[in-house]
C-alpha cells in the first residue's frame, strides 16, 4: 500500500467524508419538509475537505492545525445539521383586493375537491416571506429585534423614498405541493431580492443561522398539501393544475412594502390569524386614500372621545370630588326642606 504524500488524503477519509455529506444532506432535506413553502430555507451543509499545494515545515505544527481545523468542521457541520428554523421576516399581504382574489380562487378549488379545504391558507396568514432563522432562546430573539431594527435604515436608503410596489399575477407551485400566487415580473423583484439579501447580512453578521438568500424566491402561498397528512393517506399527492387553470394568468392586485415583521412558526397565531410577532419596522409612510383618510379622523375624534371620558371618570373616582358632590347633594335637600316649611307656613298664614 502506498503511503500518502503530506497533504494528501486517503481515498477511504475521503469516501467516508463523502458518504457522512450525503447524509447530512439528506438529514437537511427531511428536517426542510415542514417548511416546503419556504423553498428558500435550505442551507447547504459544506464540509472543508480541501487539498492545500503548501509545504509542511513543521508535521507536528500541522497535525496540530489540521486537528482544530477538524474540530471546527465538526462543530460548524453539528450546528448546520441541528439547523431548524423557527422564526422568519415577513411582509403581510394587507391589500383587500388581493386578499378576496385568492379566496375566490381557493373558493374555486374547493369547489372542485372539497378535500382541498383541509390544505387551504388562512387569509390572515397570506404573506412574503424574507427570510427564515433560528433563534433558540430569548436572548437571541432579542438579537433578531436588534437586526431588524438595524435593517430598516439599509433598506429606507435603497428605495430612496419611493414606495416599492409588488404585483402578483398567475399562479406556481413548488413540486405540485404548495400553491402559490406569482409575484409578476419587473424591478421590483430586483429591489426585493436586495432587500432579502440585506436582511440576510445583517442577521449573519448578528450571528444568526439563517437560510440561503441565494435561492430566495419571493412567493404568496395560498395553499399546501403538507397542512393536512389526512390527504396524502387519501390518495391526495399532489396539486392538479387543471384545478387552478382559470387563475394562471389572473392579476390579483398590487401590495406595496410597508411593514417587516420578526414573526414564530411556532407561537400561537393572533386572532386576525397572523402570527405571532415579536417586532414590526415601518418602511417610509402607507399611502393613504379617501377612505383611509374618513376612518382616521373618525379614529382620532372616538380617541379623542375616550379621553374625555376617561378623565372624567378619575375626576369623579377623586375623594375631594366625591366629599364635594355629597356636600352640594345635602346643602341642597337642606334649601328644598327649608322651602318647603316655607310654603307650609304661608298657606297656613293664607288660610
Not at 463523502?18 to 417548511?35: G, H, P
Request: aromatic fraction near 6%.
Amino acid at each position: 500500500m502506498e503511503r500518502p504524500e503530506a497533504g494528501g488524503i486517503n481515498s477511504n477519509e475521503c469516501e467516508n467524508v463523502s458518504r457522512k455529506k450525503k447524509m447530512s444532506e439528506e438529514f437537511e432535506a427531511n428536517t426542510m419538509d415542514s417548511l416546503v413553502d419556504m423553498p428558500f430555507a435550505t442551507v447547504d451543509i459544506q464540509d472543508d475537505c480541501g487539498i492545500t499545494d503548501e509545504p509542511q515545515i513543521n508535521l507536528k505544527r500541522s497535525q496540530e492545525n489540521e486537528w482544530v481545523k477538524s474540530d471546527q468542521v465538526k462543530k460548524r457541520k453539528k450546528k448546520r445539521k441541528d439547523y431548524q428554523p423557527n422564526y422568519f421576516l415577513s411582509i403581510p399581504i394587507t391589500n383587500k383586493e388581493i386578499i378576496k382574489g385568492i379566496k375566490i380562487l381557493q373558493n374555486a378549488i374547493i369547489q372542485q375537491d372539497e378535500r382541498l379545504a383541509k390544505a387551504m391558507v388562512s387569509d390572515g396568514s397570506f404573506h412574503i416571506t424574507l427570510l427564515v432563522m433560528q433563534l433558540l432562546n430569548e436572548d437571541e430573539v432579542n438579537i433578531g429585534i436588534d437586526a431588524l431594527l438595524e435593517l430598516k435604515p439599509f433598506i429606507e436608503e435603497l428605495l430612496q423614498g419611493k414606495h416599492l410596489t409588488l404585483p402578483f399575477q398567475g399562479i406556481g407551485t413548488f413540486g405540485n405541493q404548495v400553491g402559490f400566487v406569482k409575484l409578476a415580473e419587473g424591478d421590483h423583484v430586483n429591489s426585493l431580492l436586495e432587500i432579502a439579501e440585506t436582511a440576510n447580512r445583517t442577521f449573519q453578521e448578528k450571528g444568526i443561522l439563517v437560510g440561503e438568500s441565494r435561492s430566495f424566491k419571493p412567493h404568496l402561498t395560498f395553499m399546501k398539501l403538507s397542512k393536512s397528512p389526512w390527504l396524502r393517506k387519501n390518495g391526495v399527492k399532489k396539486i392538479d393544475p387543471d384545478l387552478y387553470e382559470k387563475f394562471i394568468s389572473h392579476r390579483f392586485g398590487e401590495e406595496i412594502l410597508y411593514r417587516i415583521d420578526l414573526c414564530s412558526m411556532l407561537k400561537k397565531k393572533q386572532s386576525n390569524g397572523y402570527y405571532h410577532c415579536e417586532s414590526s419596522i415601518v418602511i417610509g409612510k402607507k399611502p393613504i386614500g379617501i377612505r383611509d383618510l374618513i376612518n382616521e379622523a373618525l379614529h382620532r375624534e372616538t380617541m379623542g372621545l375616550k379621553s374625555k371620558v376617561k378623565q372624567i371618570k378619575e375626576l369623579l373616582l377623586k375623594p375631594e370630588t366625591q366629599a364635594r358632590i355629597r356636600r352640594e347633594l345635602f346643602e341642597g335637600r337642606l334649601i328644598n326642606n327649608s322651602n318647603s316649611a316655607n310654603d307650609v307656613d304661608f298657606s297656613t298664614t293664607l288660610t
